[in-house]
């Protein structure tokens, strides 16, 4: 049957091309091709979100008045609601969590040297629209907890030099977190975002066609002149092992799902007191700690604002990393980059915990 | 050698027997709580009994008014003669909202043209049947009297 629909198609679209590249594709097989699997899961992830993205969409009301209850009433009165948002919302989380991994395993075989500079830099802004998307996302079930966490991702936003009033009044629709701050995250969660990140994904993914899997520089280095490293079909052998990769995702998820129910909290208040040990998502939490722990001045200057454009300078070196290490692209080690990587990870994973910790 | 081949075969068959049923299983799986997530729950809001239609004063000789019965439309109609008169302002046709005509003294749907006389019956037009009746009682008197419309 499917032979035969193939073969239709194919009479009238002529496949060739489709053809020669399902049987061409293949995929370098060595000791760290386990870090191929991730960026596969994230996508994976990705399209879990979109899904049942839409699904709540036919519930969900983005108003001040209506958006918790609606909520409310998809966990409770709508049948596998209940499933349906505690699946978007762990997804969300473990979608952020691989991104991390993918991106430091990216970062720490040097796969983004040349000539893949550009995937690198279209996945470094992927990494940024997803944190985009958690931050956007947290305020849509106007809970107390997502209230006052974006008057406080909102505010660092206001701490930027120059622009930093503008970009408070553009996020908050106004100069506080209100209804109007709903309809704005309402737009961007579901509408903007969405459209760039498709975008950016496709353009990634083409990037990865065109080029084929990164060799990692270390077992590059130790071919012999000449020698090939031996492939794997991409169709069916690498395909399957990805598929049953994501299934270990799909079972994580779904135990996660059934048995740790996302929480509601209470709904948002403006004129209530801030709760204590208000905190954001686990993903801010590392940025968010650092902040606190900078005096109010630093050499005449507002410790948050240093704070923000370190920030930024980081983000900007992150983006600029393959046009920086110029000794990669060469195909040399560079233990230099090696040493920043670890640096990052391990500033973000402590960061993280005592974020986690602190009073 | 062809003895070699046949188990080979079969376990071929096996495993893509196996793979598929997994997959097939996935896929129901996924689909029932879909299926049933996108079927919206029955509304809290009990079928309404009876409704207040406006005062029984503002009503003029030959003419009418909507009003809200429960989630849906209603008319009340005052006839040439006096008489209250109510019905669901929702045509049996495609569920327009149907208004009154002073002209002819009749209810008319806009959509497609459909007529129903000061019964609820159809007159003309593409309205499988007339229009549901309600009863209608005055409560209070004088001029702050009201409307009140029941279901039969």
Redesign the interface.
């Given at each position: 049957m499917i032979r035969e629909v193939i073969a239709w198609l194919d009479d009238r679209l002529d496949l060739t091309d489709v053809r020669h590249f399902v049987a061409e594709k293949g995929v370098p097989v060595h000791a760290q091709k386990v870090w191929y699997y991730l960026g596969g899961m994230t996508l994976f992830l990705l399209a879990v979100q979109i899904f049942t993205g839409i699904?709540l969409l036919?519930y969900y009301r983005p108003s001040a008045a209506e958006a918790y209850e609606s909520v409310q009433f998809i966990v409770t009165?709508?049948?596998?609601?209940w499933?349906?948002r505690n699946i978007h919302s762990w997804s969300a989380n473990l979608l952020i969590g691989l991104a991390f991994a993918h991106f430091f395993s990216v970062f720490f075989l040097k796969s983004y040297r040349k000539p893949r500079e550009l995937t690198w830099v279209s996945g470094i802004f992927l990494l940024f629209l997803m944190l985009g998307f958690g931050f956007s996302g947290y305020l849509l079930p106007w809970n107390e907890l997502s209230f006052f966490a974006t008057k406080v991702g909102t505010g660092i936003a206001g701490a930027v030099p120059t622009v930093g009033h503008f970009t408070l009044r553009l996020l908050r629709g106004g100069d506080d977190v209100t209804g109007a701050t709903l309809s704005r995250f309402y737009g961007l969660h579901v509408a903007i975002l969405p459209a760039v990140t498709t975008a950016l994904v496709a353009l990634h993914l083409l990037f990865v066609q065109r080029q084929g899997m990164s060799v990692p520089l270390g077992v590059e280095r130790r071919l012999k002149p000449g020698e090939r490293l031996r492939q794997m079909p991409f169709f069916p052998n690498y395909i399957l092992r990805e598929v049953l990769a994501w299934?270990v995702v799909?079972a994580v998820l779904a135990a996660l799902a059934a048995f740790y129910p996302w929480e509601l909290g209470t709904k948002a208040d403006p004129f209530a007191v801030v709760p204590p040990g208000i905190r954001p998502e686990w993903y801010f939490l590392a940025m968010f700690h650092t902040l606190k722990l900078l005096p109010s001045h630093i050499l005449g200057f507002e410790g948050e604002r240093i704070g923000v454009v370190a920030f930024g300078l980081i983000a900007l070196f992150l983006v600029l990393v393959p046009f920086l290490d110029r000794r990669a692209s060469r195909g040399e080690s560079s233990p230099m980059f090696t040493t920043l990587a670890l640096v990052g990870l391990l500033y973000l994973v402590s960061f993280t915990i005592i974020g986690h910790y602190a009073k | 050698m062809p003895s070699d081949t046949r188990p080979d075969f079969d376990r071929r068959t096996f495993l893509d027997t196996l793979l598929a049923t997994g997959f097939v299983s996935?896929a129901l799986a996924v689909a029932y709580?879909?299926s049933?997530?996108?079927?919206?729950?029955a509304s809290g809001e009990p079928a309404t009994a009876s409704a207040v239609a406006g005062r029984a004063s503002s009503l003029r000789p030959n003419s009418a008014a909507i009003f809200k019965f429960g989630s849906k439309p209603g008319i009340v109609v005052r006839t040439a003669d006096g008489e209250l008169r109510a019905f669901s302002a929702v045509c049996t046709h495609l569920d327009c909202t149907v208004q009154f005509k002073a002209d002819t003294s009749q209810l008319w749907c806009a959509c497609h043209n459909g007529m129903y006389d000061l019964g609820g019956n159809v007159v003309s037009g593409p309205p499988p049947r007339g229009l549901e009746k309600f009863t209608v009682n005055v409560r209070g008197e004088g001029d702050d009297a009201e409307i009140v419309v029941s279901r039969t």
């Open positions: 699904l036919l009165q709508v049948q596998f609601g499933l349906i299934y799909l | 996935t709580p879909v049933r997530f996108l079927i919206p729950p």
